[in-house]
Nanobody, 131 residues
Framework: QVQLVESGGESVQPGGSLRLSCVAS????????IGWFRQAPGKEREGIACVSNVDGSTVYADSVKGRFSISRDNAKNTMYLQMNSLKPEDSAAYFC????????????????????????WGQGTQVTVSS
């Protein structure tokens, strides 16, 4: 059974840091595109950090560049999102995602961390940034 389970979300003050984790089971992450997305109340889910499984390139949303970092540990079958210098506008439910086929089929040199590119999703973990 394919499963992604996030953890690490909590309430934090502005300027603080958090590291989200996402453990995969039922498949091996190391051949998959991976991504982190977030969704605030009343807003669409947006991609914030993704890694291609074609060339290993990473893309970040402009809103998180220089503050967030995506990584994976293949030995632990886990992906991470390190979040620094958190702002109130970072408050959202955060979701991890993985996909094997989309970029391998359609990649043409650039990827854009879009929801429709990913097949497998975690259930989400809540991050709240507030003083």
């Amino acid at each position: 059974q394919v499963q992604l389970v996030e953890s690490g979300g909590e309430s934090v003050q502005p300027g603080g840091s958090l590291r989200l984790s996402c453990v995969a089971s039922g498949f091996s992450l190391d051949n998959y595109a991976i991504g982190w997305f977030r969704q605030a109340p009343g807003k669409e889910r947006e991609g914030i950090a993704c890694v291609s499984n074609v060339d290993g390139s990473t893309v970040y949303a402009d809103s998180v560049k220089g503050r967030f970092s995506i990584s994976r540990d293949n030995a632990k079958n886990t992906m991470y999102l390190q979040m620094n210098s958190l702002k109130p506008e970072d408050s959202a439910a955060y979701f991890c995602a993985a996909d094997y086929s989309y970029l391998r089929t359609y990649y043409s040199g650039a990827h854009y961390c879009r929801v429709y590119e990913y097949e497998y999703w975690g259930q989400g973990t809540q991050v709240t940034v507030s003083s």
